[in-house]
């Protein structure tokens, strides 16, 4: 079947609801591994599954109804006692589950799935029998002795489903062949399944998904609002009239100043329960990653249970999509580099299963994540040893970093501690990736750890992006809006406390020696005086003061970006209530032309 023209909405709810529906199953999988006899649990796998098997069946996805058939016998087989759980058999599952999931990126991408491996389903059939399933397959996490982490992406990326083809047909394979470039050759034994895994990919690098689920009482309050704007707006058009007949007596007067006041307290709420309606919880994203942690665990050797807490913590629904690597990059990088090896774990002392903890939570306007492990923890002295080693800092750089300072070079582009390069890491991008982009949220990493205890990642971000809480200061009588984020406090300068270290102007704050960068000079403007106040601002890497003229206020700034042309170190704009706009500066970017405040070359304050 070729011509799903009217069904395009159709096959959009199939997906949305049959993805979440396997990363449920994935989930529940990993908890039957601990639970092996727990027919709840199984009963539950199978109804999964058999509802994602009779989507595909009205779908007509003849292949996909048919991988599900031969996965679901094996769980109706478990559920009614005719087969034992295996490591084997969960290997088969578990690869089974992860070629239904990149059916569905064939789906998603406007393509009908054609069969899976042939020797997955000759598994299948033969595990049902009771047989034991061919090594090549059965082996963790997927069907070959190397670790597809490709693959393995694409399952924790596979729910940013893109919306079906704008003709509303789906293309057979020999179809696609003809309009498209042939796949690359597959380097496992199943090659289909690493086809549709890049096709996949593709579709989501070009398309994110545009539907969100919103609960029905917000927008009910959205409308019940609307509703109140609109009589608001009736009485001032009434007393507007009034006022330009000459009746501008007290009580006149007291009305308006009561409707504007009301106006403005409904449109604040109303844009509050706006922003509500792009608030997901978390929990969506966070039931992908115990699949993830399960295989690289079984992969490596390692007995690691990842524990998920504030779930129902809600975040901004742009900013689940954007947090999607970070937090596959942290767990990876806890199961790999945090926890030890069982025989490590009982030369310590230690249990042999490790714990990673996946949590969310809210703190003021703000959500912090927290992945934690109870590994060996980092070493402060060795960090700094290999950074020096890898020339990412110098060795007198590396005698003035407290141990705070030194668990930030982790996220240093190049870092790794690892000797050998491997599938999982040792090539030093993954935790680049996680500042990266944890940055272009507006949001901090701050990294705790004790040898032998553990580590622990917290994660700060605004509640939403499409609000950014700014500093408004002035250079003459031109405002700058900086992120509230990044500012710590404001403060005078003196200027007979400025002093010069290395050629840079610094100040002492509290024992602390900070730099002194003029904001005048970062944006290349003229410097005919001292700056009168400084803004000690703190990114990931380290504090400095910022140097300014005055300040015109806080104010919530609505961002509006900057798509066709967007100025060096500018991350968009703002309308204040004035009507002017004001530039939302991009310090990040503004201070990497200085080499990160590192010998700098900004003109000596002293001679301004």
């Not at 300068?493 to 840079?504: H, L, T, Y």
């Not at 209530?577 to 070359?601: F, P, W």
Request: hydrophobic letters at 40%; glycine letters at 8%; proline letters at 5%.
């Amino acid at each position: 079947m070729s011509d799903f023209a009217g069904m395009e909405d159709l096959l959009q709810d199939f997906l949305q609801e049959a993805s979440d529906l396997l990363s449920d199953v994935d989930n529940k999988l990993v908890d039957l591994e601990k639970s092996p006899d727990d027919r709840g649990l199984l009963n539950d796998i199978f109804r999964g599954f058999h509802t994602i098997k009779g989507g595909a069946g009205f779908l007509n996805a003849t292949e996909l109804v048919t991988l599900c058939h031969r996965t679901e016998t094996l769980f109706d087989k478990l559920r009614n006692g005719e087969l034992g759980l295996s490591p084997e058999l969960m290997d088969l599952i578990m690869t089974a589950t992860r070629c239904v999931r990149d059916m569905f990126g064939d789906l998603s991408s406007g393509v009908m799935p054609h069969a899976a491996a042939p020797e997955l389903i000759v598994a299948l059939e033969a595990a049902a029998r009771g047989e034991e399933a061919p090594a090549a397959v059965s082996a963790a996490p997927a069907a070959s002795a190397e670790p597809d982490w490709e693959a393995l992406h694409d399952a924790v990326r596979s729910d940013d489903i893109a919306p079906p083809v704008a003709t509303g047909e789906i293309i057979t394979r020999a179809e696609a062949a003809a309009a498209a470039p042939p796949p690359l050759p597959a380097k496992t034994v199943a090659p289909s399944t690493q086809s549709r895994g890049s096709g996949a990919r593709r579709m989501e690098e070009k398309s994110r998904e545009t539907t969100i689920r919103v609960d029905t009482s917000r927008l009910d309050q959205v409308l019940n609002l609307s509703g109140e704007i609109g009589l608001t707006k009736n009485r001032l058009t009434s007393l507007r009239a009034d006022i330009l007949a000459g009746k501008n007596d007290s009580e006149t007067l007291h009305a308006l100043d009561q409707a504007v006041s009301q106006l403005d307290l409904m449109v604040s709420d109303l844009q509050n329960a706006v922003m509500k309606t792009r608030m997901q919880p978390i929990g969506r994203l966070f039931q992908k990653y115990p699949r993830i942690a399960r295989d690289l665990a079984r992969q490596m050797g390692k007995d690691v249970e990842l524990v998920l807490a504030g779930e129902e913590t809600e975040v901004d629904k742009t900013m689940i999509e954007d947090l999607s690597d970070p937090l596959v990059h942290l767990i990876r990088n806890a199961v790999d580099h945090g926890v030890e090896s069982p025989a490590e774990r009982a030369a310590a002392g230690k249990p042999a299963k490790s714990l990673v903890r996946l949590e969310a939570r809210q703190e003021g306007d703000h959500i912090v994540l927290i992945v934690a492990d109870d590994g060996k923890g980092m070493n402060a002295e060795r960090l700094r040893a290999k950074a020096v080693e890898k020339g990412l800092i110098t060795e007198e750089e590396a005698n003035t970093l407290d141990d705070r300072q030194s668990f930030n070079l982790i996220l240093l582009p190049g870092f790794s501690t690892k000797t050998e390069i491997s599938d999982v890491s040792g090539r030093g991008v993954g935790m680049d990736v996680v500042k990266t982009n944890i940055q272009k949220l507006n949001g901090s990493v701050e990294i705790r750890s004790e040898p032998g205890k553990g580590s622990v990642f917290l994660i700060s971000l605004p509640l939403t992006l499409a609000i950014l809480p700014v500093l408004l200061v002035l250079l003459e009588d031109q405002p700058f809006a900086l992120p509230l984020s990044l500012v710590r406090e404001i403060l005078p300068i003196e200027r007979d406390k400025i002093q010069e270290v290395g050629g840079k102007s610094t100040l002492v704050v509290r024992g602390e020696i900070l730099p002194l960068l003029s904001l005048s000079a970062l944006l290349g403007w003229p410097q005919d005086r001292y700056p009168e106040y400084g803004v000690l601002m703190q990114t990931t890497e380290r504090s400095f003061i910022l140097g300014v003229d005055s300040f015109a206020g806080r104010d919530d700034a609505v961002i509006k970006s900057l798509e066709d042309f967007r100025p060096h170190g500018v991350a968009g704009v703002t309308t204040l209530s004035n009507g002017q706009i004001v530039l939302i500066l991009d310090m990040k970017e503004l201070l990497s032309d200085d080499a990160h405040m590192d010998g700098g070359r900004l003109p000596a304050l002293a001679s301004a």
